[in-house]
């Protein structure tokens, strides 16, 4: 079976000049690789649902579509103990499934809809992956890997992206930064190398950090001259694909 890449991209919650013409090239730059886009989509948020410039965009270019959670509010049940690590990192099934829920309706309120679950920060408990199975999802993603619940099966395949980082300044940080663009670079490399699937994670406040779109596209490259063959979450399956994305 050959390596397959996946590049996903999140955070766009409105049409600001800056994230949208950020999104549009780096949308043309793939475009230019045969590269297909995944959109993870966050219907709601505290500032309000995507705009409509923003949803016609996606829309008018056919990207592949991921539910990304609903409102991405830490810890929605007021448990404890999970910080800021992701609105579906530690609910039961129960309330995941009201949260998914709300979060497919508000989707459908902007006029799309998706059959693919990606938890913010990559994160999902247990009782999530559950709730997804049953509302009918074919896929949940996860830190981890890809959930594929049409073939029952697991698809070990680590997200990659660039981390939360600690709050430092000068030479520190471009240090800092310099690793995280190389250990995208050697990693997603690896993993091609092993014919498994890469799987590119960009977030839209990367785009505004040129060294990371560069580190991004390197390894779109770097990965598909290893023989990948690029595709969506929609299209992923336990089998190798057919034929190479065009």
């Given at each position: 079976m050959p390596a397959r890449l996946v590049?996903?991209?999140?955070?766009?919650?409105?049409?600001r000049s800056d994230a949208l013409a950020t999104a549009r090239d780096l949308a043309a730059?793939?475009?230019?690789?045969?590269v297909p886009l995944t959109h993870l989509v966050q219907p709601a948020s505290p500032d309000g649902r995507p705009s409509g410039e923003l949803v016609d965009w996606i829309g008018e270019r056919g990207d592949a579509i991921a539910l990304h959670g609903y409102d991405h509010t830490p810890d929605p049940a007021r448990r404890g103990g999970v910080g800021r690590k992701g609105e579906f990192a530690a609910l039961?099934?129960?309330?995941?499934?009201?949260r998914l829920t709300a979060a497919r309706r508000a989707l459908t309120g902007l006029g799309l809809a998706a059959a693919v679950f990606a938890a913010p920060r990559w994160l999902a408990s247990p009782g999530t992956v559950e709730a997804v199975r049953a509302q009918g999802f074919r896929m949940c993603l996860d830190e981890g890997g890809v959930?594929?619940?049409d073939d029952d099966v697991l698809l070990r395949a680590r997200a990659l992206g660039f981390r939360l980082e600690a709050v430092v300044s000068g030479e520190e940080r471009r240090r800092a930064e310099a690793w995280r663009c190389r250990l995208l670079h050697a990693e997603?490399?690896?993993?091609?190398?092993?014919a498994g699937v890469v799987r590119i994670g960009v977030r839209a406040k990367d785009l505004r950090r040129p060294d990371r779109v560069r580190t991004v596209l390197g390894a779109v490259d770097a990965v598909l001259a290893e023989g990948a063959w690029p595709t969506t979450y929609a299209a992923l399956s336990a089998t190798a694909p057919a034929a190479r994305t065009a």
């Open positions: 590049v996903s991209l999140s955070g766009l919650t409105d049409a730059e793939l475009d230019s690789r045969g039961p099934r129960h309330e995941a499934g009201l959930h594929l619940f997603a490399v690896r993993i091609a190398r092993r």
